[in-house]
């Protein structure tokens, strides 16, 4: 597992020329979007239920029908240096990731990135209802973790 701390030209290897995932683990949902080989398009690809116990089946297709070549995966870092409880669940998650996908996974700092979130769909029009469902939050919340970190690694 690799974190944002890495030489960044140790990511650029990793992630070039390659489709990315990023998915955004809340409590009930985890959000995912993936971008192109090229990193030009990133696209919110919905969420997977955690409470799904069909969820790494769901995961593991989605990632190879769009033939992910890496994953990431935020975490929430805050101010202070504390260490939100969900991070340990993120931790796992991620780990899991790693050995049932086989993928390179980049842990990122994904810190407000559900408020971004909302700001960006109350910004292009969205309405509450919209905003409420099922998900919506979530995957543009893990579009926004990619392209931050797409933009970040150049």
């Known amino acids: 597992m690799y974190d944002t701390s890495v030489d960044p030209r140790s990511l650029r290897s990793i992630v070039h020329r390659r489709r990315g995932a ?10 995912w979007a993936v971008c192109d080989e090229y990193h030009v398009t990133i696209t919110p690809k919905g969420m997977f239920d955690r409470q799904s116990p069909s969820l790494w089946d769901d995961i ?5 029908r769009e033939r992910i070549g890496f994953c990431l995966v935020g975490v929430p870092l805050r101010d202070d240096g504390t260490i939100p409880p969900v991070t340990f669940e993120i931790d796992r998650f991620s780990r899991e990731l790693e050995e049932r996908s086989s993928l390179p996974v980049i842990l990122v700092d994904e810190s407000f990135s559900s408020r971004r979130a909302v700001a960006t769909m109350l910004e292009i029009g969205d309405r509450r209802s919209t905003r409420r469902r099922r998900g919506r939050t979530d995957e ?8 931050d ?6």
């Open 22 to 31: 990023a998915f955004d683990y809340g409590t009930k949902r985890i959000g």
């Open 60 to 64: 593991l297709e989605a990632l190879e």
């Open 140 to 147: 543009i919340a893990a579009a926004l973790i990619l392209r």
């Open 149 to 154: 970190f797409l933009e970040d690694a150049g």
